[in-house]
């Protein structure tokens, strides 16, 4: 009984299925698309309504006012929005939306991958989706150019790669934009970091110290680097660096610049290299990289080194020491066939902080680590961690326990911050028996 239940659902949601692309079909056969798009809403719902009713009739389908009303509503969301991921993509508790081919859509909600009930007909229903989002912008794709970045009018980051490179069917992966950005006190009450590492961060940033973020894929970098930003003061002249324009900087004076990729051509490519030695002559008091990924690594030292102290970027990475292995192998991309030993002064006169960041099992984002760089020994860069987070297991609904703890040393370069008026008690990097935060 169950299992005839179960088919006559599935039957019956294939047929609706069928009925709305009927009536998708029709309203664009019979309306032309820029009078579609000048409509009002309640005036596309009242057309939708009436094609429903003519097709339904015809084919002696009986539906029900929640049927109509279904139907009602994704046909809008495909004329007007990104069809069957428009309610995703509208839920703010979902951070990203990732579609794997027609018939396999997941999505991250609270650092959690869930799969949805979501479908697309077919590949040239996702394609149509890929098509809406990327028309505007100018770009292709197709076999010869089958992979693009692109961005939502809300600022959302897309990727999209298709057939023959993607197996599974044209896949996107959007990361949502959120229209509020996160604060420091958010990042305190989510855990990312405790109020003790707050105050050391403010202090550093304000201090001009330079600041690299570092961690994996998803761990949270681009919002850490974010809410870093917004301890720079107000008077300051910031110029922004990305591949896709993601950080919401509060400053007013703040200039955003965004590479470019190249034409069907192969030619107008603009790098991150090249705007950030654009940058350099554009009298900057700050200058933030969105992500070091390439030669651009050698340029940005070369600032940092230069005078344009309080620069920051990410870099993805395992760990703190393994992200000044990265900037190394990087500044070899260069090409300026440096010496080891010289790359390595480089960095560590350059750097003075690496903030590392996780995404733990339970799908929570921590800083796991705050490292001093502190100087060159023999061949070596010498690390010192500040403040850790201190594991202890996981609770019977799998969310780590763990805390946010100072190691006891203080950094060398507190004279920094004390010479811009920061002076910070011996509480703050005093490991203690009582943490600001327990999770």
Known sequence: MIDTYQEDTEERQDTLAELKSTVHHLLLTETEFSVLQRMTQEQLAERIRYLTEQVSADSGLTLSSRDRGNIEQEVIYEVLGYGPIQTLLDDPEINEVMVNGPYQVFIERHGVLELTNRRFADDGHVMRIIEKIIA??????????????????????????????????????????????????????????????????????KSRVNILVSGGTGSGKTTTLNVLSSFIP????????????????????????????????????????????????????????????????????????TGHDGSMSTLHANSARDALARMETMVMMAGMELPNSAIREQISAALHLIVHQNRLRDGSRRITSITEVQRMEGEGIVLQDIFVFERHGVDRNGKVIGEHTATGVRPLFMDILEAEGYELGPDTFAPSSKPDRRF
């Open 234 to 305: 107000e008077s300051e002249r910031i110029i922004t660096i990305e591949d896709a324009a993601e950080l919401q900087l509060q400053q007013d004076h703040t200039i955003t610049l965004e590479s470019r990729p190249p034409n069907a051509e192969g030619k107008g490519e603009i790098t991150i290299r090249t705007l950030v030695r654009n940058a350099l002559r554009m009298r900057p008091d700050r200058i933030i990289i969105g992500e070091v990924r390439g030669a651009e690594a050698l340029d940005m030292l070369q600032a940092m080194n």
């Open 136 to 205: 505007p912008l100018g770009r292709r794709l197709d076999e010869s150019m089958p992979m693009v970045d692109a961005r939502l009018p809300d600022g959302s980051r897309v990727n999209a790669i298709i057939p023959p490179l993607a197996i599974n069917g044209p896949t996107v992966t959007i990361r949502k934009f959120s229209p509020d950005p996160f604060t420091p006190a958010d990042l305190v009450n989510f855990g990312t970091m405790s109020p003790t590492m707050e105050a050391f961060l403010d202090a550093c940033v």
